[in-house]
């Protein structure tokens, strides 16, 4: 197993460990740092990891020509799986509105099911620019949002909310455009 896939596969691996952090509830103490408890900077130190592999798996199969089809199909779903936990976690803070996390997991459910699809007909389907554009911006609003930032500008919070939800949905969309003919193919 390459370098890549390594990375892109120790992501699935944090998130477990993020959610012992939440569950253990043993890190409730403030810490002095932008207002966060001990267990909210532990979670943003694994996410921000997380999204650190995220980047530097596809730039190392990039430049190391190691790009695999095990790599193609797995980064997308590290990067839901991952996405996933820490909205749900930001929504448990009550820092992230429920409708934005039912957006998010109805877009990766239909996405997935093209993905599904695709695979029946020995295609993968690779994140596209406008897909890729979406899981920076959640990145970085995930990371805002778990620093606490909100706290400073309610604006910027609501602005980050607003770009990453509409990336989620324009990118949705792009997916079933290019490949609505897997979809019109799964029903012959």
Same mark, same amino acid.
């Given at each position: 197993m390459n370098l890549a896939n390594k990375l892109t596969l120790s992501r699935f691996m944090i998130i477990p460990i993020m959610v012992i952090v939440v569950y253990v509830n043993a890190f409730d103490q403030a810490i002095g740092f932008l207002g966060l408890s001990v267990e909210q900077f532990i979670i943003s130190i694994l996410f921000f990891i997380s999204a650190f592999t995220d980047y530097f798996d596809g730039y190392i199969a990039r430049k190391t020509h190691t790009i695999t089809v095990f790599g193609k199909f797995l980064d997308p779903i590290a990067d839901k799986a991952l996405v996933l936990t820490a909205l749900t976690y930001l929504m448990y803070l009550g820092d992230m509105p429920f409708w934005v996390? %039912?957006?998010?997991?109805?877009?990766?459910?239909? %996405?997935?099911?093209l993905r599904l699809v695709a695979v029946e007909s020995k295609e993968v389907i690779a994140a596209g620019k406008l897909g890729k554009h979406k899981t920076a911006w959640t990145m970085f609003a995930i990371m805002f949002f778990l620093l606490n930032l909100q706290q400073f500008s309610f604006i910027a919070s609501q602005i980050l909310i607003f770009i990453f939800v509409t990336l989620t949905i324009l990118s949705g969309f792009e997916y079933i455009n290019h490949h609505k003919s897997l979809f019109k193919n799964s029903f012959k």
């Open positions: 996390i %039912v957006i998010i997991f109805l877009r990766e459910f239909i %996405v997935s099911g």
